[in-house]
């Protein structure tokens, strides 16, 4: 079966300081990758999704970006992070684009509080 | 821009009792996913609905695709505070060409004791 794992689980990190967070899939090939943020507990914002290695699309534009070095490894990072970067980072992983029924699976999630 | 409105924000109930969510917009979309997220970890998919009028169940849980697939309905049954959680509807853009999902901001259920 297929698993998402994301680390770390809790990160606070001083204004201005760089970012990686480490998201990577297993049991599947080739799966589409997606990070999204969600603030307060609300609904979720994509941020940027890859269907494939060195393939990046971004959604929103800030001064966070991602990284896909491996087929099932998926990086977001930031040179200098922001107050506005704090929130709950979540991975996701889907299996095809092109079904009507195509679902996402998402990771535990990566807690960061910026101060 | 597509958009999908939940509502209630938020809703408390007691044990026992059943509530509808529900979760609407104006474009349409070619499936629609329910997921129940709880506290610090990350959304599990509850169903997808893919054809109009679709009635799905999960034990308690009814999800209703709309006729003309531009909202649904999650109704639950006899709720227990298990079922206590955020209620996220996500919709996939109807002739996208790519998969990315619209989520919308999501239903707060606490379910009492």
């Known amino acids: 079966s297929q698993t998402i794992h994301q680390w770390p689980a809790t990160l606070v990190q001083p204004v201005g300081s760089p970012l990686s967070l480490e998201c990577t899939v297993e049991g599947t090939s080739n799966p589409n990758l997606y990070w999204y943020r969600q603030a307060a507990g609300r609904g979720l914002q994509l941020l940027f999704y890859?269907?494939?290695?060195?393939?990046i699309s971004s959604e929103v534009p800030q001064n966070l970006s991602a990284s896909r070095p491996q087929d099932r490894q998926f990086i977001l990072s930031s040179k200098k992070l922001l107050l506005s970067d704090s929130g709950f980072y979540l991975c996701a992983w889907s299996a095809d684009l092109s079904r009507a029924q195509e679902t996402q699976y998402f990771g535990p999630g990566t807690r960061l509080l910026v101060l | 821009t597509q958009l999908l409105e939940q509502s209630p924000q938020f809703l408390s109930i007691q044990e026992g009792e059943n509530l509808t969510v529900y979760c609407n917009s104006s474009s349409v979309f070619s499936s629609l996913q329910w997921y129940r997220q709880e506290p610090g970890e990350g959304p599990v998919l509850l169903v997808t609905?893919?054809?109009?009028?679709e009635v799905k169940k999960l034990k308690r849980l009814t999800f209703q695709f709309g006729d003309a697939r531009k909202d649904s309905s999650l109704h639950i049954t006899a709720a227990q505070t298990g079922d206590t959680g955020l209620y996220l509807c996500?919709?996939?853009?109807?002739?996208?060409?790519?998969?990315?999902?619209?989520f919308g901001k999501g239903t707060k259920l606490s379910v009492k004791p």
């Open positions: 996500a919709g996939k853009d109807y002739g996208g060409s790519q998969g990315n999902l619209i």
């Open positions: 609905v893919v054809t109009g009028g």
């Open positions: 890859s269907v494939g290695i060195g393939q």
